[in-house]
């Protein structure tokens, strides 16, 4: 890695929006932002993977936008870097699909292996563990039935099966498994494959749920579980939901915040 200039050492930090209309030095850090006029009655700011939006009424003039981004300029900057960060995260946990790479399955690290000897009964896969002497290596290899030259795309299609059939799986029977402790019925399962969101429920007792979700913990898995089924006794998130799930997950908070910090593979 070449060694960084002085100068390079000293520039300020640097977010821009890819739409940025304007800029603002906030503290030490330069933030070039998209300014957007609307119909609305405050100044809005938010922050996204791309950066930051300002949003303000017609009427308030650019001295006044420049100064509410300065009074709110903690927070930007806060936000700017957390959002930074977690795309590092992802960035870091992308997968290399190819023979050996690892990948996270039910909160352990999985190693890939190809064989193309069978099809393991027809679903493509089979997980085993590992006869590993070294304790840091994976303790369980995931098996895939393709040839030795099969490609990126078809390496990640057949692994992407196998962990679908595998979530609906363990989805069906975690749904068994808590329904009778709320109450509730449910009557349909649905894979969804949404960037954010983690599961939905309706009233007439569907349930979806993201089945990257076995990329997580168990217990994590367990806990959006419950969440979705629910919102089959409370529709809304209200504190009488909150107190619902924590009948049946009492340390739901923190598992809610693994869900949103830990960095998911990106495909």
Do not use: C
Not at 72 to 82: C, F, N, P, Q
Not at 245 to 260: E, G, H, I, M
């Amino acid at each position: 890695m070449p060694a960084q200039t002085l100068q390079q050492v000293l520039a300020p930090a640097t977010y821009r929006h890819p739409a940025a209309t304007r800029e603002a030095l906030l503290g030490d850090v330069v933030v070039g932002y998209q300014f957007r006029r609307g119909k609305r009655r405050t100044i809005g700011f938010s922050v996204g993977a791309e950066g930051l939006v300002v949003s303000a009424p017609k009427w308030v003039p650019l001295y006044e936008i420049d100064k509410a981004v300065q009074e709110k300029s903690g927070w930007i900057v806060a936000k700017l870097h957390e959002t930074r960060a977690r795309h590092d995260r992802l960035e870091a946990a992308r997968i290399e699909w190819r023979d050996g790479t690892t990948l996270p399955f039910l909160g352990e690290t999985v190693r890939l292996q190809i064989d193309p000897r069978h099809a393991f009964g027809g679903v493509g896969g089979e997980l085993r563990s590992a006869e590993a002497s070294d304790a840091a290596a994976p303790q369980k290899i995931l098996y895939i039935g393709l040839a030795h030259d099969a490609s990126a795309e078809q390496i990640r299609d057949s692994v992407q099966a196998w962990l679908m059939r595998r979530a609906k799986q363990l989805f069906t029977e975690r749904l068994d498994h808590f329904a009778p402790h709320l109450g509730v019925q449910w009557r349909k399962l649905s894979l969804s494959s949404a960037g954010t969101r983690w599961g939905s429920a309706s009233a007439d007792g569907a349930i979806r749920l993201n089945w990257r979700l076995v990329h997580f913990k168990p217990s994590v898995i367990d806990y959006v579980v419950v969440h979705e089924l629910s919102h089959l006794r409370v529709m809304d998130h209200s504190p009488r939901f909150w107190d619902t799930v924590r009948t049946v997950v009492p340390d739901y908070a923190r598992l809610r915040s693994q869900l949103k910090d830990e960095a998911v593979p990106r495909w």
